[in-house]
């Protein structure tokens, strides 16, 4: 239906109809569960006709379309974005009222769609939502995990597993299973090669294990302009004909396995070979459909590429290109050539990391037990790529350098790149150090596939539905412009130096604050001012992203206000929330050790609540959505070069907080837009990391020794200061002293300190603190994931709108 002519009091006869059908009960009786089904039961009836209708032009027009896949998906509620991009979010919230139901707790009862483990599912995410918003025809392609990555417990300190059932007892109210689109993958058993009746060279598969992958679509709709594109999730099932091959209940549960969970224990074997399955299951799945839909429009299959994009998220479905190639020789009996041509003209690749060790390499003997057929394609094409480069009297060590298999692996980030037309980069800083160190030899081949997109947010989400008290002041200062065309927030720049212009998103902050700090109280029973510095970091706890340093940094405050109570300092309330990977023993470390000090800290009556630490548990894009808001101080401080780009930066940054960060990812990108002054930066460059790496001259325990202040507080960690967590002190202890400090935290250390000085000192001139903030939000408009995906549209696929 036209959703501009709905009014509210149709929208309630609609949602009291509804409820009375799906329910049987009126309004008065219903649970906020119920409520929510209902609502979403409704919004489905509204926007079906433009999904359909969405469905038939494309294939009408034959129009090229982009699939993008991921392992990762991260979308969080879908219920306001929806409503939001419907255009009846505030019709709805009104309608509410008008029945006394509280939106915000029907809100809550849905369950955070967290098929993602953090910033690369939330990109994934942000591209679908943008993809729609743009107007570009581009379908997302995952799996259907029955739990998210983990709810987390904090108990004792300590990070505990749980399963989230995010599915709960009520499903995914927004999918639709998609039954005619059912294809088979199949895995395992003995492949060999013989000539068929027309004497071609055909693979014969003997003993496989045939699984049925079944597609479930949610819809991804585009913000006010009846665009709705498809995000494609894949569930395992036994197909009927083989379930004799599954006679036990153990045998059954190692299929479901595929899609239980995402991220299984790759430690043993069994989750080695698991993870793989997972990867090519749901790449061969897509696949197989993209091809079947092609070829409806009756084109050539060799020129599938101009009416197909297939884009490979980071190296998980990196086996994209070897088994596209099975499907056209084996499937389709294409020849090699028009084969390969076809694929490298189809398939791109974004590299997401410039640690080496995050790019996956598989044991050859375990990928060809697992996929054979796949197995024998992959010798093809590395035993053509070497040909080709040494008739062309390319130096012997690059080619070894370059090649996919080698050392009994297979090198699947040298599959994707070999296999595809273009390779990029998510900032900036991280596409040069692509090119000039972790992908550099391919740089040398392939110059022309390099380029660099960096990332993105949605600004519909950070704005209006998690920041609606800021966004009702952006209104009030510039107009609502900005809602639909998000480089209008640029017109606040002329306000910075606007009293009351600046007072008023003060206090719009205070009240995020205020939000907060009454969720903390709920859930950790500490209480925190809003006079405070509110000062987070929020992010998935690894090594590289430097919690560590930032605890580091609070001892200090922390032995300062021992020696000193009376010590003139702004009170700060420090932040944090973050998962750690189950079995990444470090991280949890870090973890414990944070709320044995937020114990410490928060329960000394001496520090006159100048100082409070806070450990938010289970952190997800709800959450966020209630922190982002409320920051004062954005923690962006991963050791330079460590971070491909960063999205929290870009989120924190849009609803006014000041980023305290190294030059690092698309850190420098942020600095570049709103300048020196509106930025604190700290830290060494990548050039100063880099030139210790070539010296090998770092030595943590020469600082350590030379420092007072350094050596204190380390020492903090093994001589009794922190309670209950000895051997995660003497853990943490011996990485900075005997291990030598492997992200350079205690040459940092310093610099960060004098930075957040200069955070306090700011922070006392309320007018030059708010005008600070003013121009981050002003400036925030470069980093809109609508503009990320035009440019991936328009240079890598070469959609149309």
Known sequence: MELKHLTKEQFIRDFKDTLHEEQLIKVPRATPSELFTTLAKLIRKYYTDTWIARNHKLSGNQEKIAYYFSIEFLPGRMLETNLLNLGILDLVKE?????????????????????????????????????????????????????????????NGYQVELPDSWLGSIGNVWEVRKDHDVVDVKLFGDVYLQANEEGRIVPVHNNAQVLRAVPYDVPQIGFENNVINNLRLWDVEIPEEYELYYPTLDARRRVQDITAILYPDDTSYEGKELRLIQEYFMTSAGLQTIIKSYLKMGLPLEKIHEKVSVHINDTHPAVAPAEFMRLLLDEYGLEWDAAWNATVQTMSYTNHTILSEALEKWDAGLFKHVLPRVYQIILEIDHRFVSNLAQNHVDAGLIERTRIVKNGQIHMANLA????????????LHTELLKEDTLHDFYVLYPEKFNNKTNGIVQRRWTQIAAPELSQAIDQTIGKGWRKDIHELEKLTAYADDEQVLNTFYQVKKEAKARLAAYIKETTGVEVSTDAIFDVQVKRLHAYKRQLLNVLHILKLYHDLKDNPEKNMVPRVFIFGAKAAPGYHFAKSVIKLINEIANLINHDASLQGKLKVVFLENYNVSLAELIVPAADVSEQISLASKEASGTSNMKFMMTGAVTLATLDGANIEIKDEVGDENIVIFGMDKDAVYAHYAAHDYYSRGLYESNPVIRRVVDSFVNGTISNAQSEGAEIYEALITHNDEYFLLEDFTSYVAAQERIDALYRDQKSWAKVSLMNIAKSHKFTSDD????????????KK
């Open 95 to 155: 309608g509410f009222a008008d029945l006394e139901v509280d939106f915000e707790e029907v809100v809550q009862a849905e369950h955070d769609m967290a098929l993602g483990n953090g910033g690369l599912g939330r990109l994934a995410a942000a591209f679908m939502d943008s993809l729609a918003t743009t107007g570009y025809p581009g379908f997302g392609n995952g799996l259907r995990y029955q739990y998210g990555l983990f709810k987390q417990r904090i108990v």
């Open 417 to 428: 790149i070999i296999g595809g037309h273009s390779v990029n980069g998510v900032a900036k």
């Open 788 to 799: 990320t995906i035009t440019e991936y549209a328009e240079d890598i696929w070469n959609l």
